[in-house]
C-alpha cells in the first residue's frame, strides 16, 4: 500500500471518531442548555419547580461538567483532560472543605440545606464540579483573548494571569446569586468593614490563591504536545459557558433588585466578550 493510501486511510479511520466526539459536545450542550433555561425560569418565576428542591441546579452543575470536559477532549487526549479536572476538582474541593472548618483561605462562611448533601458531612458536593466549570472555562476564554499573543515567550505565565482574573470576576458574581438569590451559603461577620454583597473580601484572595496553585499543577497536561500542521480554528464553547454562567448570576441579581450585582456582572460580560471576540478574529 502506497503512502498516500495508507494517509487516506487513516483520516477515513478518524473521521466516525471524530463525528461521535462532536455529537457528544452538542449532545451535553443541548443537555446543559436545557438545564440554564429551566434554572434561569425558576429563577424568574421566584418559584421552584415540581419536584425535590434543587434537582434543576443539580443537573445544570453536572452538565455543564460534562460539556466542558467532553469540548476540552477536542483538543486534548481524553486522559489529559480526566488527570486536569481531577486536579482542579480535588485542590478546588480540599480548599472549600478546608475553608468550612477553619475559615481559611476564603473567610468564615457556612453550608446551607438548599446547597444539598455534603461530601464527608463538610463540603458541599457540587463545589468540586464548579470548580471544573469554572476554571476550564475562564482558561477557555483567555485563550481566545490570547489568540494574537500565542506565539509570545511568556504566554503561559500570562494566560495563567487573565484565566484567574477570570474566575475571580465570575466569583464576584456567583456569591450574590449564592447568598442572597438562592440560600447555598451564609458568610459569618467579620472584623472587615467592606463586603461585596455580605462576602468578606478574603474570599477573593482566596480564589486567586487557589486558583494559581491549580494551574501551577494543573497546566502541564492542559498543554497540547502535538505539533500542529496549521492554526487552529477558535473555539467560542467556554465563551459561551461563560457568559451564560454571567447571565444566570446577572438575573437573578436582577430579580433581587442587587443592582451593583446586576451592574458588574453586566461590565464584565461586556468586557469579556468584546476582548474575547477581538482575540478570536486573529
Known amino acids: ?24 459536545v452538542r449532545l451535553s450542550s443541548l443537555a446543559a442548555l436545557g438545564c440554564f433555561l429551566l ?9 421552584p419547580l415540581p419536584g425535590k428542591t434543587g434537582w434543576p441546579e443539580a443537573l445544570l452543575i453536572v452538565t455543564l461538567t ?13 486522559q489529559n483532560v480526566l488527570l486536569a479536572a481531577a486536579i482542579i ?11 468550612a472548618v477553619t ?27 464548579l470548580w471544573i466549570v469554572i476554571v476550564l472555562n475562564s482558561r477557555g476564554v483567555g485563550r481566545l483573548i490570547l489568540r494574537p499573543w500565542r506565539k509570545l515567550r511568556n504566554y503561559g505565565f500570562w494566560l495563567i494571569g487573565i484565566t484567574t482574573a477570570l474566575v475571580v470576576l465570575l466569583d464576584l458574581a456567583l456569591d450574590p446569586f449564592s447568598t442572597k438569590v438562592n ?14 454583597h455580605g462576602a468578606p473580601l478574603t474570599n477573593s484572595l482566596g480564589w486567586l490563591v487557589t486558583t494559581l496553585l491549580i494551574l501551577a499543577l494543573a497546566t502541564p497536561p492542559l498543554i497540547n504536545k502535538q505539533p500542529r500542521s496549521r492554526k487552529s480554528p477558535p473555539d467560542f464553547h467556554p465563551l459561551v459557558v461563560w457568559l451564560l454562567l454571567l447571565a444566570l448570576f446577572a438575573t437573578g441579581a436582577v430579580v433581587q433588585q442587587l443592582w451593583t ?8 460580560g461586556m ?12
Open 89 to 99: 476538582g480535588g485542590l478546588g474541593g480540599i480548599a472549600h472543605g478546608v475553608g
Open 103 to 129: 475559615a481559611i483561605p476564603f473567610g468564615p462562611f457556612t453550608y446551607l440545606n438548599d446547597c444539598g448533601p455534603k461530601l464527608f458531612n463538610i463540603l458541599a458536593w457540587p463545589i468540586p464540579a
Open 1 to 24: 500500500m502506497s503512502s498516500a493510501e495508507q494517509s487516506k486511510t487513516v483520516v477515513t479511520g478518524s473521521k466516525p471518531s471524530a463525528q461521535l466526539l462532536n455529537l457528544s
Open 66 to 78: 460534562l460539556t466542558t470536559l467532553v469540548s476540552l477532549t477536542r483538543q486534548l487526549p481524553a
Open 261 to 268: 450585582a446586576a451592574g458588574f456582572c453586566l461590565g464584565a
Open 183 to 196: 440560600n447555598y451559603w451564609f458568610w459569618l461577620p467579620t472584623t472587615f468593614p467592606v463586603t461585596w
Open 39 to 47: 434554572v434561569l425560569w425558576q429563577v424568574i418565576s421566584r418559584s
Open 271 to 282: 468586557v469579556t466578550a468584546f476582548f474575547a471576540l477581538r482575540g478570536a478574529r486573529w
